[in-house]
């Protein structure tokens, strides 16, 4: 065994899938090399771990840096700056920008816009569209792509594929697990009078748990009929869990934190700043949502990240756009409900980064193993801090957790061997690269 390494993480204790205990990390060119007692071996680069957690490096599946077309709002530089300032070492980036992700010289664009100018690792979901399905087999194991993403109900851009036959089509033609934002786009339509002018209180109300429930029955019966495996994205209602509980077979599902650390009562406060697609629910389906968690039918956490300017955010309701920021706050409001113990350490380990690698077939993430990539996040289970706008490195510039106390922190954040982040700040060039998959895929 090598006596002399990149970088030792010293005197850490891990959280995998093995336990938790204290090991030292050695890293070689990128990757784990060793674990356990390394105090006799040399290193380039040491760093004192003594008193901080080590997690397999966070994988955040779902977010929106908007570029190309709408950089105004994020881009790929900001939003995986926010990334690692929140601890996440890898994202999956959606296709609804403009252009839309819907082709292969859309999708490498994006990965050369990403090379080494992201902060963190990368891949980016190509969009099912009626137009594009027969290219569905190539384009989903292109380099980059995590997937297949496709739109049932409209929510942001022009990407929709509502209707039966066209959600079968693609799932025709899908191998790897596709991703659904599952609300009735005709359902949706139907009820757009019960949207009030300048009320974000009725975004529930017109979004209703039906909308929701409906296009993912819709969906599961879908997918058997194809024979394929789908991803159901921010389940935001109790009716969606008890019906998942008993289709796993066929669906894995995603939560998210702003599901699970706000509900509507909120609406009176920061108004459209709560506003999301599916909407942000009162505390009974929050409640419920954690039921799921606590009994393991939430596979993953996914932030959601979908930042909009104040100014948008402004405009009166329904003219306000959906999204609010989210990747740079996963990691602390997650800790701190480690810390109010309503999940096991182990268990968001399990959801951020051994689940996305397990349901996604990515290769060398999600555990910290001998061979797999050097990725960590390293925190404060003890730290207090008060989550703040001028935290945010969104472009955006807000966050609707703003003024919230929470007691967990990350301290720094490892990408493939190179510590990317160190308390609060960057502290090495961008150098992000697109996620490998399992081959067979």
């Not at 409906?214 to 869990?241: K, N, W, Y």
């Not at 955010?313 to 706050?329: E, F, H, I, L």
Request: charged share 25%; hydrophobic share 40%; glycine share 10%.
């Amino acid at each position: 065994m090598a006596t002399t390494y990149d970088l030792i993480m010293k005197g850490a204790t891990l959280v995998n899938h093995d336990g938790v205990g204290a090991r030292d990390v050695g890293v070689i060119a990128g990757k784990i090399a060793a674990l356990g007692d390394l105090s006799r071996a040399s290193a380039g680069e040491v760093i004192d771990c003594a008193g901080l957690h080590v997690l397999p490096g966070v994988i955040d599946s779902q977010v929106h840096f908007r570029e190309p077309g709408l950089e105004h709002k994020e881009d790929l530089e900001t939003g995986s700056r926010a990334a690692v300032l929140g601890g996440v070492t890898a994202v999956f980036e959606m296709p609804n920008t403009n252009p839309l992700t819907t082709s292969a010289e859309a999708l490498a664009d994006k990965v050369r816009r990403g090379h080494h100018r992201m902060h963190c690792d990368f891949a980016f979901w190509v969009g099912g569209t009626h137009e594009n399905v027969n290219d569905i087999p190539e384009l989903e194991r292109l380099p980059g792509a995590a997937g297949i993403k496709v739109f049932m109900g409209s929510s942001t851009g022009s990407l929709l594929v509502e209707d039966d036959p066209g959600v079968a089509a693609v799932l025709a033609k899908t191998r790897r697990r596709a991703a659904f934002h599952a609300e009735d786009e005709y359902r949706l339509e139907e009820r757009k009078h019960l949207r009030i002018p300048g009320d974000p209180r009725s975004h529930p109300v017109w979004r209703d748990e039906t909308t929701a429930l409906q296009c993912t029955q819709r969906l599961v019966r879908i997918a058997r009929a194809q024979r394929a495996t789908i991803h159901v994205l921010h389940v935001s209602t109790g009716d969606e869990i008890d019906f998942l509980k008993d289709h796993k077979d066929v669906a894995s599902v995603e939560v998210t934190p702003h599901h699970l650390s706000l509900d509507a009562s909120l609406y009176a406060t920061i108004g459209t700043k709560l506003q999301m697609n599916p909407p942000v629910r009162d505390k009974a389906h929050q409640d419920r949502i954690w039921w799921g968690l606590s009994q393991g039918i939430a596979d993953i956490l996914g932030s959601d990240h979908a930042p909009h300017t104040l100014e948008e955010k402004a405009k009166p309701y329904p003219a306000s756009p959906s999204g609010m920021p989210g990747v740079q706050t996963l990691v602390p409001l997650m800790l701190d409900h480690v810390a109010a113990g309503r999940l096991t350490l182990e268990r968001f380990v399990d959801m951020s980064s051994a689940g996305p690698a397990r349901l996604f077939g990515i290769a060398g993430k999600g555990r910290i193993a001998v061979g797999y990539d050097a990725d960590f996040t390293v925190v404060d289970l003890k730290r207090r801090e008060t989550i703040r706008d001028s935290w945010i490195a969104s472009r955006c510039g807000w966050t609707p957790y703003d003024g919230r106390v929470v007691t967990g922190w990350p301290v720094g954040t490892i990408v493939r061997g190179a510590r990317v982040m160190w308390e609060g700040e960057i502290a090495t060039p961008a150098r992000g690269e697109a996620v490998r998959f399992w081959q067979g895929l």
